[in-house]
């Protein structure tokens, strides 16, 4: 610990890189963990710029499995910041998501604190 | 051992703040793309378009030469024929490197909007055959081909109805000014408005 502070004050670049780290720091802990996974993050993306998503279209657009859509897509349902409806479009089952008001706060919250870092590192320049 | 460690300490405080921001803009970046990637079509064609308007500006030149106004009609269907076969080419080729399929749900938007005034406009150039009123085809072809530009457009990035416009607006035009110029504006806006715009698209969305 005691290194790590000398190490700041020594530096010149040392009360910028505090200041991001703080709120780096600050953000860390607020962080929305349910989204921050990259492709809950697609999900919920996709999802926020349509009124409703396919299971079909979903997994071309992330270009990945079933498995892994679907185990990503129920952490996000669980979390409640997605609805999923099934149906059928002829034979075949038609599952579609669509996003939540809470999903919509969350992406809202996580592309804050997005800001929030990038505008402490642009402070930096 | 001792010595080494803080001289890393010192670097990793340096470089890991900046690399929290960059993966900031990096995740903002794949919201973004994501968002757009689901809604929008992506495929259209840049240089494709540019190479549309060349063989316009060819098929303009080469119906001007026509004495026949229905030699100077072929000559014009063929293009059309040519131009379609290369649009579709492109974007297939556009579509696997923008890794969307063209039958994702903003291509099949996309298709939804552009087809059905290109339907009409084949139906009514068909009518007007009949009828044999070869000099209002230039105007209707502009005016239809730019509004299927404008309804497909709208699913995909905001130059592409622009064009449609412009395209519609040389329709009018052509409606106003004797039939004579039909020729010369159907090659300024098939041939020059795909070259720019083709250009704006390829420079701007990759291709």
Not at chain 2, 11 to 25: C, L
Not at chain 2, 135 to 148: H, K
């Amino acid at each position: 610990m005691a290194n790590k502070n000398l190490a700041f004050k020594n530096t010149p670049a040392a009360p910028q890189a505090l200041r991001i780290e703080k709120a780096a720091g600050k953000v860390s802990g607020e962080l929305d963990k349910v989204i921050h996974e990259r492709m809950r993050l697609g999900i919920i993306s996709a999802l926020a710029a349509n009124e409703k998503v396919s299971f079909t279209d979903l997994k071309k657009l992330l270009d990945t499995s079933d498995g892994n859509i679907s185990v990503h897509a129920r952490k996000l349902e669980e979390a409640g910041y997605i609805t999923l409806t099934k149906s059928f479009a002829g034979r075949m089952p038609l599952t579609e998501y669509a996003i939540t008001k809470d999903g919509r706060k969350a992406l809202g919250r996580y592309l804050d604190h997005m800001e929030a870092l990038i505008k402490a590192m642009k402070g930096v320049g | 051992m001792p010595k080494l460690s803080p001289i890393r300490n010192d670097e990793f405080e340096e470089n890991e703040p900046v690399n929290i921001g960059d993966r900031a803009i990096d995740n903002v970046r794949y919201i973004r793309e994501m968002m757009e990637r689901s809604a929008h079509f992506t495929a259209v064609p840049g240089y494709g378009g540019m190479l549309m308007g060349a063989t316009a500006i060819v098929a303009a030149y080469v119906a001007s030469q026509q004495v026949y106004l229905r030699d100077w009609l072929i000559v014009w269907l063929t293009e059309a024929f040519l131009a379609f076969a290369i649009g579709l080419l492109a974007m297939w080729q556009k579509s696997k490197i923008a890794g969307q399929s063209l039958f994702s749900a903003p291509a099949r938007k996309f298709a939804f909007g552009f087809v059905p005034p290109l339907v009409c406009g084949i139906a009514i150039t068909l009518g007007l055959w009949r009828y044999e009123h070869y000099e209002v085809m230039a105007p209707v072809w502009m005016m239809l081909y730019g509004s299927a530009v404008v309804t497909g457009g709208a699913f995909s990035a905001k130059v592409v109805p622009v064009m449609g416009w412009i395209f519609i607006v040389a329709g009018c035009i052509a409606f106003a000014l004797p039939a004579v110029y039909g020729n010369y504006l159907m090659g300024a806006s098939f041939g020059l408005l795909h070259i720019v715009f083709g250009a704006m698209i390829a420079r701007r969305y990759g291709g």
